[in-house]
């Protein structure tokens, strides 16, 4: 369903134990929020994020929100801090308008409102995404950070590269990064 900003959502309600305020100590699975950003693709035809969920639920991680947002910066700096808010979102998958196109604003809308900046996965991705493609990945931006405790990835909106961001780097990484981002563990 789209409403009047031209968003789409599909909520999973993630049944969260009582008790479980803003998830301490990490016990049982995650809860992801991913986020199609595209002005084209609707969340039922959206391959990149569909490969997300799909690794997400492989490694036995919630889906608690999937929704669709047209690509503006007011859309994404608003749907990334109210899914931030939300008691079941431990982490935020942005897919789309990443790129350097004039109407790609994804990274411009994220980066002001980032709490701490996760530069070595800007590095890491790229260096994989080098490995594969080659230099046409000079042409592809990704952003990652900390806003109230949570971690948000913004990725490609290609599901190549989204399969490699969240089972390369993301996914086998995101439990501590959760944890230690909530000081429920020391980062080292």
Do not use: W
Not at 125 to 142: H, L, Q
Not at 146 to 151: A, E, L, S
């Amino acid at each position: 369903m789209a409403d009047a900003r031209g968003s789409e959502s599909a909520t999973v309600d993630g049944d969260r134990p009582a008790g479980d305020e803003r998830r301490p100590g990490i016990d049982g699975p995650l809860g992801f929020a991913v986020v199609t950003v595209s002005g084209d693709r609707g969340i039922e035809d959206d391959e990149p994020t569909g490969e997300i969920v799909s690794a997400v639920e492989a490694a036995d991680h919630e889906v608690a929100v999937r929704e669709r947002i047209d690509a503006s910066h007011d859309n994404v700096q608003s749907a990334v801090s109210r899914l931030v808010d939300r008691d079941d979102v431990d982490l935020v998958v942005a897919a789309g308008s990443t790129g350097i196109e004039p109407s790609d604003v994804t990274v411009e809308a994220v980066r002001p409102i980032l709490e701490k900046d996760l530069p070595t996965f800007r590095y890491a991705y790229a260096i994989r995404a080098i490995e594969r493609i080659g230099t046409r990945a000079i042409g592809g931006r990704t952003e990652a950070g900390i806003v109230d405790g949570v971690p948000v990835f913004c990725l490609p909106g290609n599901a190549e590269a989204t399969r490699l961001a969240i089972e390369e780097l993301i996914e086998p990484e995101a439990v501590r990064l959760v944890a230690t981002a909530r000081g429920d563990e020391d980062d080292d």
